[in-house]
């Protein structure tokens, strides 16, 4: 086990995302946080918050539940019952800017499944991805906007990252 993001690495890197999101958009009347469970909503929210107490205006934020929509869900024909969590997203996503926020990208099949989920909301004006680790190894052709640390693995290695929200410390780990 190795620690590669500590507290502090964590903490800046959300603030330079929230500077850059904020480069990039001149207002941000038209864009919503939707976080993938689990680790994208709290990562959605303080996204959110910062944007917030840099500019006073609050974006808001959703939690999208991509089980359903995953392509690997009858792939093992022993797996348990998948664990379906809920999905919030207390506003219209039609002609906003959807700013999607995951932990980590991967082989980009999370993300596959959360347009696919998300577009049964709605049709939004764009979607955008937020990810706070970007460990490559792509299998489908998706790519972070806003990414907070690449970190380069190999494919054996598991990325953990763990969020004060959820695990009662920010850190992120990389095993194996």
């Not at 469970?37 to 709290?42: I, N, S």
């Not at 999208?64 to 379906?84: E, F, K, S």
């Not at 999905?87 to 980590?104: A, K, Q, Y």
């Not at 299998?139 to 959820?166: C, F, H, M, W």
Request: proline share 6%; glycine share 6%; hydrophobic share 45%.
């Amino acid at each position: 086990m190795l620690i590669v993001i500590d507290p502090a690495c964590v903490w800046r890197s959300m603030a330079r995302m929230a500077h850059e999101i904020l480069e990039r958009h001149r207002s941000l009347e038209p864009l919503a946080f939707v976080g993938i469970r689990a680790r994208g909503v709290p990562i959605a929210e303080r996204l959110a918050a910062d944007l917030e107490s840099l500019t006073g205006t609050r974006v808001p934020t959703g939690s999208l539940d991509i089980t359903l929509y995953r392509d690997d869900l009858m792939r093992h024909a022993v797996a348990p019952q998948p664990v379906i969590r809920r999905t919030d997203i207390p506003f219209s996503i039609d002609d906003r800017v959807i700013v999607l926020v995951d932990d980590v990208l991967f082989t980009g099949r999370t993300i596959r499944a959360a347009l696919d989920a998300l577009i049964d909301f709605g049709r939004p004006r764009a979607i955008e991805l937020v990810a706070l680790v970007d460990r490559g190894h792509r299998e489908l052709p998706i790519r972070a906007d806003y990414v907070g640390k690449n970190i380069p693995t190999s494919q054996q290695q598991s990325v953990q990252v763990r969020l004060v929200e959820i695990d009662g410390r920010d850190e992120v780990e990389v095993e194996g």
